[in-house]
C-alpha cells in the first residue's frame, strides 16, 4: 500500500511542471501611452496577452528570435500570443512606438539576442526608451532557480 502511494506520489509530482510551467501574462494598455508592463519576464511556451484598457493602441513586434505571425495586431484588440522561442523580442504600439510606447519580452531568461535588439532603427526617443529598456533587462537577469 505504501509503495502504491509514494509511487503515485511520484508520478503526480513528475506531471505537475507540465501544468505549472505554462502561465499567462495580462499586459494592460496604459491611458500614459504605454504597456504597463514595460519589461517582461516568461519561460518558453508561456502566453502573454494584452488588454486593450485604453483606445488606441496595439501591438506590432519589431525584433526577435523568431518571426511571429502575424506580426502585428488590430487596433483596440485583445491580442495573445505563445513564445515557443528563447531570448529577447521587442515590440511596440503602431502609432506610439516613435513617441516610445514600446515593450520588450524577454523568454525563457535568454538575452542572447539582446545586441541585435539594440540596433533596431527607432526614432531618436524610441531610442532612448529602448536603451532604458535594456538597461533594465540587462540588469535583474533572475536566475531559472529562482523561478517558481
Ligand atoms: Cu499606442
Known amino acids: 500500500m505504501q509503495i502504491l502511494w509514494s509511487l503515485s506520489l511520484s508520478i503526480v509530482l513528475l506531471m505537475l511542471p507540465k501544468f505549472v510551467s505554462a502561465k499567462n501574462l495580462e499586459i494592460e494598455f496604459t491611458e500614459n501611452d504605454s504597456y ?3 519589461v517582461a519576464r516568461i519561460s518558453v511556451g508561456d502566453t502573454i496577452r494584452w488588454l486593450p484598457k485604453n483606445e488606441g493602441h496595439n501591438v506590432e513586434f519589431f525584433a526577435g528570435p523568431e518571426i511571429l505571425i502575424p506580426k502585428k495586431s488590430e487596433m483596440d484588440e ?7 522561442a528563447p531570448g529577447v523580442y521587442l515590440y511596440g504600439c503602431t502609432p506610439h512606438a516613435n513617441m516610445g510606447m514600446l515593450g520588450l519580452i524577454i523568454v525563457g531568461n535568454d538575452l542572447h539576442n539582446l545586441e541585435s535588439i539594440k540596433q533596431t532603427k527607432l526614432s531618436p526617443i524610441g531610442t532612448s526608451v529602448l536603451k532604458r529598456l535594456v538597461r533594465i533587462a540587462g540588469s535583474q537577469t533572475r536566475s531559472p532557480a529562482k523561478s517558481p
Open 78 to 84: 485583445p491580442y495573445s500570443l505563445v513564445f515557443s
Open 36 to 38: 504597463n508592463i514595460e
